[in-house]
């Protein structure tokens, strides 16, 4: 091998400069790692590039990192462990292939389905210890020229950083994990949830809630379903100047026109038959605090004229009573549905629209604040493995990979979910890609089988009209939108082509149930 003196000063300097980065960043090993193989790929000049971890149960290997003219298509294929990488990761040898067509471990189902071809390869196993946690490739020379005992020397300088680096972010996530679990416990008890915010967007939402933090103006907080639009209100209310008092929460799709009022309003005895005794509503509860009306599109007009009241007035009067009641409270609003397309339809009234409106929070989807998914990962794995009993250490490189690139429909109760799910029938020490049962995307074949099933049913049921058959795809296909949307109205709409109001006939008149 070549000694290091014959290492040029560009690439020294660029040696340098990509240690100090490892010891400066840990939070997006991700990034760094990608960083080190692009750097990899300049100073030796070849064509492509992979880092590939090592599955701890199996010793299989995928493809965390692929960098080059087939990048995106090989990171979704699993290699074998009697291939090349998964020959240097049992010996932990780096290896230099000239002629990789030739070698008898050369494996060719990458090549194959990618339809790229390897000519020649340095590969270099990436241990942390005694222990192999994955292998980097350099594929294919340019000009066409072999690789060297330079470019290998290169390779393993820059690889025992990737390993460095590596160690760090599992260290780093490791304490952080510890960290967000002392933090949950300090919290034990209190009636507030755990709070992450990463991305751009959300810290900007929370300097608009600051900005508005002494003033009693109503917030009206919109999004997706599942976005955690009440963990928002919690901000509002305790980043405000009412954080001491009480924070009441209604759902106002959760009971009945009737049961509702009495339950924001309370009730007097008397006032129906179950009604044995005076009942403070809600508002009552929360007063000097901040109530937070969730779901509140689908408050029933009638109680939309005494919600405006309350707004403009501080001032109502419990059920079966005369005598008015005044109260001291901010109100957080929340939907997922369109109010601007409810008031145009005449099912939400135009003055309360405007009165809830003063400060609009839009919560964006999880799949535009993917900073947050990770730090939410170990949220929910710290609570489902306590739940099960069993001690993960946390989620391995592909089942990350797999999290970050699957859409989130459902966002962050989609998230939760599939945390309790792969802690339910996973093994520690960690969640791996099987563990999460997250949908397969379907092939254009697939969809046109699935259309071709749906056909078939359709035209061996007893009414086979013109009318039923439409009427038939056209559930199936709305209800197939809902969910791809996670039942979120107005994207389906988008989706659909077509007004919000008329997602909401087609869900009625069709029979589509959630």
Not at 249 to 257: D, H, I, K, N, T
Not at 262 to 286: I, M, N, Q
Not at 411 to 418: F, G, H, K, S
Request: glycine letters at 6%.
């Amino acid at each position: 091998m070549s000694d290091i003196k014959s290492i040029s000063l560009d690439k020294f300097k660029s040696l340098i400069e990509i240690n100090t980065r490892i010891n400066l960043s840990y939070g997006d090993s991700r990034a760094l790692l990608a960083s080190i193989l692009e750097s990899v790929m300049c100073m030796v000049q070849c064509e492509a590039a992979s880092l590939l971890l090592v599955n701890r149960e199996d010793g299989r290997l995928h493809f965390s990192i692929a960098l080059g003219p087939k990048g995106a298509e090989v990171k979704k294929i699993e290699v074998d462990k009697n291939s090349i990488a998964g020959w240097v990761a049992q010996n932990k040898q780096s290896v230099v292939i000239n002629d990789v067509g030739s070698d008898p471990r050369f494996n060719s189902s990458v090549q194959d389905k990618t339809d790229y071809i390897s000519k020649n390869m340095i590969a270099f196993p990436m241990c942390v210890g005694d222990e192999c946690v994955g292998v980097i490739e350099l594929i294919n020379k340019a000009s066409d020229i072999p690789f060297n005992d330079d470019d290998l020397m290169i390779l393993e300088l820059l690889g025992k950083q990737a390993a460095i680096a590596y160690e760090n972010a599992r260290k780093y996530r490791s304490n952080m994990f510890e960290i967000d679990a002392l933090h949950n416990a300090m919290n034990a008890g209190r009636d507030y949830h755990t709070f992450i915010a990463k991305s751009p967007a959300v810290l900007s939402i929370l300097d608009n809630i600051d900005e508005a933090s002494s003033t009693n103006s109503s917030v009206l907080i919109i999004g997706e379903s599942g976005v955690g639009k009440e963990l928002f209100a919690e901000q509002v209310h305790l980043r405000s100047l009412r954080r001491d008092k009480p924070f009441v929460r209604v759902s106002c799709a959760a009971l009945s026109p009737a049961l509702l009022e009495s339950e924001l309003f309370g009730h007097v005895k008397g006032a129906y038959t179950d009604a044995v005794s005076d009942v403070k509503g809600r508002f009552e509860t929360a007063d000097g605090g901040t109530i937070f009306l969730d779901e509140i599109g689908e408050l029933p007009l009638a109680l939309q004229s005494k919600l405006l009241r309350v707004i403009q007035e501080r001032k109502f009067e419990r059920v079966g009573s005369s005598r008015t009641v005044s109260v001291d409270v901010r109100i957080i609003a929340a939907t997922n549905r369109n109010l601007e397309d409810m008031v145009h339809s005449g099912t939400f009234r135009n003055d309360l629209y405007f009165r809830l409106n003063v400060l609009t929070l839009n919560v964006p989807p999880l799949r535009e604040r993917k900073e947050e998914i990770e730090p939410l990962c170990a949220l929910f794995l710290d609570k489902f493995k306590k739940e099960t009993h069993k001690n993960f250490e946390g989620f391995s490189e592909s089942a990350l990979s797999e999290i970050y690139s699957y859409s989130w429909p459902g966002n962050i109760r989609e998230l939760e979910n599939t945390v309790e799910r792969a802690c339910i029938i996973g093994r520690p020490p960690f969640i791996q890609v099987g563990d999460l049962r997250l949908p397969v995307k379907k092939t254009e074949s697939g969809i046109q089988g699935e259309i071709q099933n749906c056909v078939s049913e359709i035209a061996s049921s007893e009414d086979v009209s013109l009318k039923n058959a439409l009427n038939a795809f056209k559930k199936k296909y709305v209800l197939k939108i809902l969910e791809e949307n996670g039942w979120n109205q107005t994207a389906a709409a988008k989706a659909l082509g077509i007004q919000r109001t008329y997602v909401s006939k087609l869900i009625s008149e069709l029979g589509i149930r959630n």
